[in-house]
């Protein structure tokens, strides 16, 4: 039976064909995927899993999108992105708490501050995901994921097997783990400590104010585009000492609010974000001797 007829009859709603993907990046960008599929269950996701190993297409798991540039030729093979069934979210003990990994960053935070769970606080200044923010160790403000994680449930694409993996036994560290990319992230369990709401709610707000006075919002961006080489060497200081403030590619140019976050101003290609983003790289590097290393995701043809 052909692929696509086989995977449609097996998986119905939950997979489509050619599907543009510029709605599934904060950038507003992106060529189509030549399958997406949006499994509902682990179940589902193992029994398609199962079917690839006979087939072999390439597979690219996306998130919430709000760190990756997705090209504009797309991406072929399968795009999977979990549905709304991975995000729900519960109280595993009175201070640990479960969510899928498609939970919002900002559901989770608010959560624990409604549970009076504390140190989770900063998750309301992450945009995307939880599972994204394992994998990128994302964090802000003191604080990062490697700090609050117990464990991770995952699927291995190769044994198509679930299992979980403890904090212990993996390696963060600054944006990045040690996990590999043939596991995909279902669920997480993140701890934090008991602590009085309006505590809580005090930490979660000034947070939230200060991101607000110091990063753009209602824009298509993709947060931080390079990484920080330190506290005190950070990227958006390089980029404006070297000069890169002006710079445009189309109609792609810099925040004039935050210099690290690249922006969409309505009618860029990803093409022009990634020309812009090299340009600044090349330029910080002659003007400061700094190879700047991407924060963000680049995926696709």
């Not at 979980?164 to 996990?179: P, S």
């Not at 008991?194 to 809580?200: A, E, G, H, R, S």
């Not at 990063?215 to 080489?229: A, D, E, R, V, Y």
């Not at 990803?270 to 190879?291: F, M, P, S």
Request: include cysteine; glycine fraction near 8%.
């Amino acid at each position: 039976m052909n692929l696509v007829l086989e995977l449609s009859k097996k998986f119905k709603k939950n997979i489509s064909h050619n599907v543009e993907l510029s709605n599934y990046s904060w950038f507003n960008l992106g060529g189509p995927a030549e399958h997406l599929f949006k499994p509902y269950s682990e179940d589902q996701l193992i029994q398609f899993l199962e079917i690839n190993k006979k087939n072999n297409l390439n597979i690219t798991i996306l998130g919430a999108g709000s760190n990756t540039l997705i090209r504009d030729n797309g991406i072929k093979g399968v795009v999977i992105k979990l549905g709304s069934n991975f995000s729900k979210i519960n109280l595993a003990n009175k201070n640990t708490i479960e969510a899928g990994a498609a939970t919002p960053d900002r559901k989770i935070a608010n959560f624990a501050k409604e549970n009076g769970i504390g140190n989770l606080e900063f998750l309301s200044c992450i945009p995307g995901s939880i599972g994204g923010a394992v994998i990128m160790n994302s964090g802000c403000y003191g604080n990062d994921i490697s700090k609050v994680l117990d464990s991770i449930n995952v699927i291995d694409t190769h044994s198509c097997k679930e299992k979980e993996i403890k904090r212990k036994d993996i390696d963060f560290y600054y944006r990045g783990t040690n996990l590999p990319d043939h596991l995909i992230i279902t669920s997480v369990k993140l701890k934090g400590v008991n602590i009085d709401k309006v505590l809580i709610e005090e930490k979660q707000r000034k947070f939230i104010e200060e991101k607000k006075l110091s990063q753009p919002s209602q824009i298509k961006t993709c947060g931080s585009t390079f990484k920080n080489l330190s506290s005190e060497r950070k990227a958006w200081k390089l980029i404006k000492d070297s000069g890169c403030e002006e710079l445009k590619e189309g109609d792609a140019s810099i925040s004039n609010k935050h210099c690290n976050f690249f922006v969409n101003n309505g009618n860029a290609s990803a093409t022009d974000i990634e020309k812009l983003i090299n340009r600044v790289k090349k330029r910080v590097a002659e003007k400061t001797g700094v190879n700047l290393e991407l924060e963000i995701k680049i995926i696709g043809e």
